[in-house]
């Protein structure tokens, strides 16, 4: 029998990280494929990260973890430590440092910059769930940074295509996939819009879409939604190759919550987080910005499954 320990704390914990393609790239002649890092370098890595996640937590200040985090979690990490930071200036009170062990490195060959590689590990948080962070690196002279961070249950964590050398195999554009990652973030964005079978039902599929059309309106108050799709630069798509065929793709989307007040009534705003990041003054509208980083498994044919999903509150602004 599976253990469901791990899949309670899921919730509680992701909802602490957040408030609320891979392809070759060659660049000044590299054309090598080489191994991403080593398992010493990775490491290293994910060492720094750890300690300097800890010192921002600890101090709400973004500034300490700021180099070591980018993309998608640079985002979402950066505003939540800012918002906590405005309404506690004197740090965490209820800090409890991050500790992982039994960490696993799934670590692509590939030629040029960027580079990447994926590092799974046991956290004193979450029960029994992985940590997986993806490290990206545009340079040789940058730091490794973590673009993606998440939860799954060990049970959801795929074996790796590995190649001859025992290197995992990136997911690349030309690949037989059912969706290629360059092409799921937009997907996402339209699915949430407009529907269709791109995506397995699921609560950050359909769910999502239900929860949105029975929130569209309420006495005093209408939502309206946008979706866009992200994918330049650091925010673009990771995907590795699975032993079954398929690929774990990891990706970022951007969302809009726009709230409208009938004339007579008020827009509520009671969570102290939020209104941190407000600017303007609310009226009779209020903005809400999301990015929110996905891990999806992509088969060859069918729909893609979502895995987890992690939406933080980036910014607001008030009419």
């Keep these: 029998m599976k253990s469901t320990r791990g899949r309670r704390v899921l919730p509680a914990v992701l909802a602490a990280l957040s408030l609320a393609l891979s392809g070759c790239v060659v660049v000044h002649g590299e054309r090598e494929v080489l191994p991403a890092a080593t398992p010493k370098e990775a490491a290293g890595a994910l060492r720094t990260f750890t300690d300097a996640y800890n010192a921002a937590d600890e101090a709400y200040d973004r500034s300490l973890d700021e180099d070591r985090v980018t993309g998608a979690f640079g985002a979402i990490d950066g505003a939540r430590l800012k918002a906590r930071h405005a309404n506690h200036p004197e740090g965490n009170a209820a800090h409890e440092p991050l500790r992982l062990s039994d960490a696993r490195y799934t670590i692509p060959a590939k030629a040029g910059w960027p580079r990447w590689f994926l590092a799974d590990a046991r956290g004193n948080k979450g029960g029994d769930a992985r940590w997986m962070l993806v490290f990206v690196k545009e340079h040789a002279k940058e730091p490794w940074q973590a673009a993606y961070l998440t939860l799954l249950d060990p049970d959801d964590v795929p074996d790796f295509r590995k190649d001859e050398d025992g290197h995992a195999v990136p997911a690349a554009a030309g690949d037989q996939l059912a969706l290629p990652p360059s092409k799921l973030s937009k997907a996402y964005a339209d699915y949430l819009g407009g529907g269709g079978d791109a995506f397995a039902q ?38 590795l190759r699975t032993a079954d065929g398929g690929a774990l793709v990891f990706f970022a989307t951007r969302h809009f919550e726009r709230l409208t007040a009938a004339p007579g009534t008020e827009i509520p705003v009671q969570n102290a987080d939020v209104r941190a990041l407000i600017t303007g003054e609310v009226g009779q509208t209020l903005t809400m910005e999301y990015v929110s980083q996905q891990a999806v498994r992509v088969p060859r044919k069918g729909q893609a499954v979502f895995l987890s999903r992690v939406p933080g509150l980036t910014a607001a602004r008030g009419e």
């Design 202 to 239: 699921g609560p950050h599929t359909s769910v999502v879409r239900e929860q949105r059309k029975r929130n569209e309106k309420r006495p005093g108050l209408v939502r309206q939604f946008k979706d866009e799709a992200l994918t330049k630069g650091d925010y673009a798509p990771l995907g």
